[in-house]
T-cell receptor, first 116, second 111 residues
Framework: DADVTQTPRNRITKTGKRIMLECSQT?????MYWYRQDPGLGLRLIYY???????NKGEISDGYSVSRQAQAKFSLSLESAIPNQTALYFC???????????????FGPGTRLTVL | AQTVTQSQPEMSVQEAETVTLSCTYDTSESNYYLFWYKQPPSRQMILVIRQEAYKQQNATENRFSVNFQKAAKSFSLKISDSQLGDTAMYFCAQTGNMLTFGGGTRLMVKP
């Protein structure tokens, strides 16, 4: 079974709808992340969480919110979806490395979201 | 702020040959890790190789190796004996408290 899972894998929705993307992990990591990838570009950080009670905004948090329901679960919501939120969304998890900073991030398979 | 720059948007290489992908980064942090991730058409993000910045020895994973030049803040990826399955987007990334990605290099391996 995959260590980091995302649901749904694909979603088509309409402008103005509320959408929730879910992420679960079995790696036992405290740190979880949501990224967005636009075509031909790298990943940009939306939100991150270092433990259940810790939520932080990333580079592009406007229009998004998150919920950390448990160590293993981290959800991303689009309260009112708009077409320029059409993108590939990745969840990732990581541990704290020996150097005292974030170590390798392990990614889910991604959710392709289309907002019409 | 951290920045990661990949100056080669696209590259191609013949099967069985060697190719090097470039990456430079900028950080004020003393402790960090550097990574190369591969994203094939399946869109999965796959870890290729990891380098601990406090180690001088260059990381190696089978056909993949890095040239880590800490003073120059350079972190290039060498792929030896290129295979068709190496065709993908390659992202250089750096962590401090979070991961910062470069813009990617699209690598095409030609038969």
């Amino acid at each position: 079974d995959a260590d980091v899972t995302q649901t749904p894998r694909n979603r088509i929705t309409k402008t103005g709808k509320r959408i929730m993307l879910e992420c679960s992990q079995t790696k036992g990591h405290d740190r979880m992340y949501w990224y967005r990838q636009d075509p031909g570009l790298g990943l940009r950080l939306i939100y991150y969480s270092f433990d259940v009670k810790d939520i932080n905004k990333g580079e592009i948090s406007d229009g998004y919110s998150v919920s950390r329901q448990a160590q293993a679960k981290f959800s991303l919501s689009l309260e009112s979806a708009i077409p320029n939120q059409t993108a590939l969304y990745f969840c990732a998890t990581s541990d704290l490395g020996p150097a005292g900073v974030t170590d390798t991030q392990y990614f889910g398979p991604g959710t392709r979201l289309t907002v019409l | 702020a951290q920045t990661v720059t990949q100056s080669q948007p696209e590259m191609s290489v013949q099967e069985a040959e060697t190719v090097t992908l470039s990456c430079t980064y900028d950080t004020s942090e003393s402790n960090y890790y550097l990574f190369w991730y591969k994203q094939p058409p399946s869109r999965q993000m796959i870890l290729v190789i990891r380098q601990e910045a406090y180690k001088q020895q260059n990381a190696t994973e089978n056909r993949f190796s890095v040239n880590f030049q800490k003073a120059a803040k350079s972190f290039s990826l060498k792929i030896s004996d290129s295979q068709l399955g190496d065709t993908a987007m390659y992202f250089c990334a750096q962590t401090g408290n979070m991961l910062t990605f470069g813009g990617g290099t699209r690598l095409m391996v030609k038969p």
